[in-house]
Nanobody, 121 residues
Framework: QVQLVESGGGLVQAGGSLRLSCAAS????????MAWFRQAPGKEREFVAG????????YYADSVKGRFTISRDNAKKTVYLQMTSSKPEDTAVYYC??????????????WGQGTQVTVSS
């Protein structure tokens, strides 16, 4: 099994920046494609950003394109989400997901516990 642990969430003012981290442990002998999702209260979990196993390919939801950047350090088995120009509508619990592809949460096998991000106006 693979365990994913997110960190870096917190409170940030609108327009500010925050960097989320997702550290993998367990059976990590191979590198998986990874993604970030988020879920706001009363809403469904939605795709935010994805990255290939090598890091050479990334893709984003339209709502965050140009503001968020996903990256990874395979030596550290860690995936990052750099958030800039934050908006109140970015407020959500952010989840790291692994071993999947695309924008559907159901296509990912591994999930972290989530980290809360709150953007104040």
């Amino acid at each position: 099994q693979v365990q994913l642990v997110e960190s870096g969430g917190g409170l940030v003012q609108a327009g500010g920046s925050l960097r989320l981290s997702c550290a993998a442990s367990g059976r990590t002998s191979r590198n998986y494609a990874m993604a970030w999702f988020r879920q706001a209260p009363g809403k469904e979990r939605e795709f935010v950003a994805g990255i290939s196993w090598s890091g050479s390919s990334t893709y984003y939801a339209d709502s965050v394109k140009g503001r968020f950047t996903i990256s990874r350090d395979n030596a550290k088995k860690t995936v990052y989400l750099q958030m800039t120009s934050s908006k109140p509508e970015d407020t959500a619990v952010y989840y790291c997901a692994g071993n999947g592809v695309g924008v559907r949460a159901s296509d990912y096998n591994y999930w972290g516990q989530g980290t809360q991000v709150t953007v104040s106006s």
